[in-house]
């Protein structure tokens, strides 16, 4: 998986596919991609914002199949804007 910031929706798609799992609130959208292995569910949680890849997130999950297998989103878990401050001394 090469998924990189600034990466835009269309782009994140056509190197990882179909998402198997979306969710979004305003601006903002998780898309999640499964990879089923015997340990469990692997997923890949990628975060975007006005359609522009901002993080991402990886976890395993108990279920054997995609399908229900997903975590709901924690939006608490979305990347937070980042201020920079430069002051004289």
């Given at each position: ?7 835009t929706?269309?782009?994140?798609i ?6 198997s799992?979306?969710?979004?609130r305003?601006n903002?959208e998780?898309?999640?991609w499964c ?6 569910t692997?997923?890949q949680?990628?975060w975007?914002?006005?359609g522009?890849v901002v993080g991402l997130?990886?976890y395993?999950?108990g279920?054997?199949f995609c399908?229900?297998s997903a ?5 608490g878990?979305?990347p ?5 401050e430069?002051?004289?001394?």
């Open positions: 998986m090469d998924v990189t910031p600034g990466m929706r269309a782009q994140l056509s190197i990882m596919g179909t998402p799992d979306r969710s979004f305003e903002q998780a898309l999640g990879d089923v292995k015997f340990e469990g692997d997923w949680l990628v975007l914002e006005d522009l997130t990886n395993r999950s279920g054997m399908a229900g975590l709901p989103v924690d939006w878990q979305f937070a804007d980042r201020i920079i430069i002051r004289n001394r």
